[in-house]
């Protein structure tokens, strides 16, 4: 009998039906958010398994740059890309043209982490006055000052900007904590025998959220539907299949990409972790949707903390529609 995971992943795949198809192949160009990693497989694996090419698609995954995918989505050089959460509401309340169409993350992998041989960090209340390793950004600031006000202290802390040289800061006692993708950075620490605790976001107040999407622009998607929904469909394909068979799907991602992704284990572990834990599917089966109420969520929380903008880098006015910065209906067929 198939497990009740193994199950309802059957009927999702089963309930795709035909795959969506454009009458003559179109090209499709996806900007990825980083350098090649396990949140991308499902792109690979639906490229490697034929599934674009089912759907009429020769897509063209393009090489990372530092420029952001949301802008290369917004200012018409890639059609698709990888959004973070943070960045499709602060680049859309901005004036960027940015429509997330796929949730890749069920749920938040982000999390704030220390050494745990920290016996001064019980809570997070102990963190005030410590220094913290980041990143540069806003959302960081509201984010940790949030988790240690939800549990009593002040929220004052240092900052050091480090970037992923924070990580190393960290293992070395440069820094106190840091912030992390638990299914990357920590299994990454874990594989290497790096004792560390954590706190996780929505334990103190922050909102659960998608932590990432694949995106759009509202242009392309109005004038290329059909190559929007087919693209969308075989997407999907791939990261079904990446849950169903990750074994198989690591070996497609490390073949992509056999010049970037040496470390084996850390790829597998990873990709084991995105399925044991219900990030790349939720435990009630969903794949790619949306959930609206989430998106509401953080999008209020940061409206209310300050970190929305408008062009003019001025905090917003108003609350914006969050409704208009996503949109299920390519993931579901419709047009």
């Given at each position: 009998?198939?497990?009740r995971?193994?199950?309802?992943?059957?009927?999702?795949?089963?309930?795709?039906?035909?795959?969506?198809?454009?009458?003559?192949?179109?090209?499709?160009?996806?900007?990825?958010?980083?350098?090649?990693?396990?949140?991308?497989?499902?792109?690979?694996?639906?490229?490697?398994?034929?599934?674009?090419?089912?759907?009429?698609?020769?897509v063209q995954?393009?090489?990372?740059?530092?420029?952001?995918?949301?802008?290369?989505?917004?200012?018409?050089?890639?059609?698709?890309?990888?959004?973070?959460?943070?960045?499709?509401?602060?680049?859309?309340?901005?004036?960027?043209?940015?429509?997330?169409?796929?949730?890749?993350?069920?749920?938040?992998?982000?999390?704030?982490?220390?050494?745990?041989?920290?016996?001064?960090?019980?809570?997070?209340?102990?963190?005030?006055?410590?220094?913290?390793?980041?990143?540069?950004?806003?959302?960081?600031?509201?984010?940790?000052?949030?988790?240690?006000?939800?549990?009593?202290?002040?929220?004052?802390?240092?900052?050091?900007t480090?970037?992923?040289?924070?990580?190393?800061?960290?293992?070395?006692?440069?820094?106190?904590?840091?912030?992390?993708?638990y299914?990357?950075?920590?299994?990454?620490?874990?594989?290497?025998?790096?004792?560390?605790?954590?706190?996780?976001?929505?334990?103190?107040?922050?909102?659960?959220?998608?932590?990432?999407?694949?995106?759009?622009?509202?242009?392309?998607?109005?004038?290329?539907?059909?190559?929007?929904?087919?693209?969308?469909?075989?997407?999907?394909?791939?990261?079904?299949?990446?849950?169903?068979?990750?074994?198989?799907?690591?070996?497609?991602?490390?073949?992509?990409?056999s010049?970037?992704?040496?470390?084996?284990?850390?790829?597998?572990?990873?990709?084991?972790?995105?399925?044991?834990?219900h990030?790349?599917?939720?435990?009630t089966?969903?794949?790619?949707?949306?959930?609206?109420?989430?998106?509401?969520?953080?999008?209020?929380?940061?409206?209310?903390?300050?970190?929305?903008?408008?062009?003019?880098?001025?905090?917003?006015?108003e609350?914006?529609?969050?409704?208009?910065?996503?949109?299920?209906?390519?993931?579901?067929?419709?047009?």
């Open positions: 009998m198939l497990s995971r193994l199950f309802i992943a059957a009927a999702l795949i089963a309930g795709l039906g035909p795959v969506t198809s454009v009458s003559a192949q179109q090209t499709v160009t996806v900007a990825l958010d980083w350098t090649p990693n396990t949140n991308h497989v499902g792109l690979y694996v639906a490229r490697a398994k034929g599934f674009y090419a089912e759907a009429g698609l020769d995954i393009l090489p990372y740059s530092d420029t952001a995918a949301g802008t290369l989505i917004a200012n018409r050089v890639a059609d698709f890309g990888i959004l973070s959460s943070i960045g499709l509401f602060t680049q859309r309340t901005a004036g960027a043209d940015l429509v997330a169409t796929y949730a890749i993350m069920q749920t938040e992998t982000g999390r704030l982490v220390f050494n745990a041989d920290r016996a001064d960090i019980q809570s997070p209340r102990d963190l005030d006055g410590l220094t913290y390793g980041g990143f540069g950004s806003a959302w960081e600031n509201a984010l940790i000052g949030t988790i240690i006000r939800h549990d009593g202290g002040g929220g004052n802390f240092e900052t050091v480090l970037g992923t040289s924070a990580y190393e800061a960290l293992a070395n006692g440069k820094v106190d904590f840091t912030l992390e993708v299914t990357w950075e920590g299994i990454k620490a874990e594989l290497d025998g790096k004792a560390q605790r954590t706190f996780r976001y929505a334990d103190f107040g922050v909102p659960d959220q998608h932590t990432n999407f694949i995106g759009s622009s509202r242009a392309y998607l109005e004038k290329n539907k059909d190559t929007a929904t087919a693209f969308i469909a075989a997407t999907r394909r791939g990261y079904a299949f990446a849950v169903e068979h990750p074994q198989e799907a690591a070996n497609i991602l490390i073949a992509a990409n010049d970037v992704l040496t470390d084996r284990p850390l790829i597998e572990a990873s990709l084991k972790a995105l399925v044991d834990g990030y790349l599917q939720s435990p089966g969903a794949i790619g949707t949306i959930d609206p109420a989430k998106m509401e969520a953080i999008g209020d929380y940061l409206f209310k903390a300050g970190a929305l903008r408008d062009g003019d880098g001025n905090p917003a006015g609350r914006p529609d969050f409704a208009a910065y996503y949109t299920n209906a390519y993931l579901a067929g419709e047009k």
